[in-house]
């Protein structure tokens, strides 16, 4: 009947108006939720949010929204539940997985952050940002090629956005593209003052250039609107300790503890932390938790905590492990990986500074702390001998770890130190391990360089080789530290920002003051 069908359309229509206008009052609430988060009012984003969601579960943008207001607030299991919801509902949201990479970036799982961002850049090859920070991701776990392609094309889509510019410059080591990226941040801070990532991006810039005024403001001011954020207290400490302010440096060094990327995974043990007090009858381990080099670094304040623990073990890498036998106060040497022995209490070898209240004034150098074993040095000088080399020998090392987040500015090729065969009356030895060694094989014009490098098997190898050279010119790297632990003249060739123990001193370092420092005093590689 004609009635039945004007309450049909009547109810159509009214269903209709219904959900139109509640599709309306979702969008201005998501909109408000978007503007709020903007300019940091979080609590004001999350409200509108919520409210969205009241009427709307399945609202994607939304739940996407609610992901990412959890990653600007490190709440890490709360957002991926919100992600996980949101891509649940559509699995093509470019918003979703966005949110999710952040997620899993704030909580240093690289891998899958590198999964989310790729997915974004195939549902959306114009995400600027997405491409932005899979080159983050890249960079991070060493893989620099890949990462300057992303910078590059993030660049190309979005020429203006800072993050990228600054993450560019930071591997091709262009100043001009870093006062870019500064002008960028310091716009995102007049949008938006409560940005404490946009501090923090100044901050390192400025750190990078040598503004370290600037970059103490700036590290203090990020902390201030974000002070559980571990990444920046830690960057803060190396400034400290760059700056010789050791005793505030250390304590914000104690940081690195809650960063899971501190260059290898903190180690957990049911034993305390060792603080330095005297344990007579007890048993101390000192384990690695960064690199080679600053293994060897403090592995010197063995002796010093050997006169506090009746016993004192070291855990090392492998190719450390016949050297560190030679320490003095060192009772066993375990490699990485093999079973542990049983001990009271542990500390990082890197830790070691701050217990022993290390200053500028007292840092502990008095001679060689390390020795390769006899044996093996008469057969260095067999092998040294055998070459029939004359004058001056001269050992050199031109690259470092390529899996070092900082590489690409820190080594060189061989053919950067074409000059020295200018030199008249000098044998070089290579010292060269690792992917760069293959370059020895073909020396620039002119220079004798001898590689012997095929009869190194680990650090004692290459400690005894150096007693047999009359000087090391090298690159900073794991070496470097092994000059000073012998005690032999090296010259170390440091980037324009350096790591913190080379400090601001144009020529000496406190603590290898057997190096003669050269620095490079532009910001390019």
Known sequence: PESWCVAAGSFLVSGYIGCYVSTVC?????????????????????????????????????????????????????????????????????????????????????????????????????????????????????????????????????????????????????????????????????QNPSDAVAYQSLANIYAQQGRHDEALMNFERAIALAPDRA???????????????????????????????????????????????????????????????????????????????????????????????????????????????????????IGLPAVFGTTLENIPWSGPYVSPDAARVRDWRARVQATGATGLKVGLVWSGNPQHWNDRRRSVTLQPLAPLARALGVSYFSLQIGPGAAEAAAPPHGMKLIDLTAHIKNFSDTAALASQLDIVIKVDSSVAHLGDALVHPTVDLLQFVQDWVYRLDPNVNQWDPCIRLIRSYGDGT
Not at 39 to 61: E, F, I, K, Q, W
């Open 231 to 349: 990444e920046f207290h830690f960057a803060k400490a190396e400034l400290l300790l760059v700056l010789g302010d050791y005793a505030n440096g250390w304590t914000e060094y104690a940081w690195r503890w809650r960063m899971n990327a501190f260059n290898a995974p903190v180690r957990r043990f049911p034993q305390p932390v060792w603080d330095g007090r005297p344990i007579k009858d007890g048993t101390l381990l000192i384990h690695g938790e960064t690199g080679l080099g600053d293994m060897l670094q403090f592995v010197r304040y063995a002796s010093s905590a050997a006169e506090r623990c009746a016993t004192v073990i070291v855990e090392c890498q492998p190719p450390l492990k016949s050297l560190l036998q030679s320490v003095k106060g060192v009772s066993q040497v375990v490699s990485a990986g093999d079973a542990l022995p049983r001990f009271d209490t542990h500390i990082p070898a």
């Open 26 to 190: 979702d969008d201005l609430l998501w909109c408000r939720a978007d503007d709020a988060r903007k300019v940091g009012d979080l609590d004001r984003a999350r409200r509108n949010c919520v409210a969205v969601l009241r009427d709307s579960p399945d609202n994607v943008r939304a739940l996407s929204l609610m992901a990412a207001i959890a990653a600007d607030e490190h709440q890490f299991e709360a957002g991926l539940q919100w992600a996980r919801k949101a891509i649940a509902a559509d699995p093509q949201s470019v918003a979703a997985h966005y949110a999710m990479g952040r997620l899993w970036e704030g909580a240093e799982r690289y891998t899958e952050a590198e999964a989310c961002y790729r997915r974004v850049t195939l549902i959306d090859p114009g995400h600027a940002r997405a491409h932005n920070n899979l080159g983050c991701m890249l960079h991070m776990q060493g893989r620099l090629q890949e990462a300057l392609a992303c910078y590059g094309r993030a660049l190309q889509l979005d020429p203006d956005q800072p993050e990228a510019i600054r993450n560019y410059a930071a591997i091709t080591g262009d100043a001009v593209e870093l006062v870019t990226a500064i002008n960028g941040f310091l716009g995102q801070i007049a």
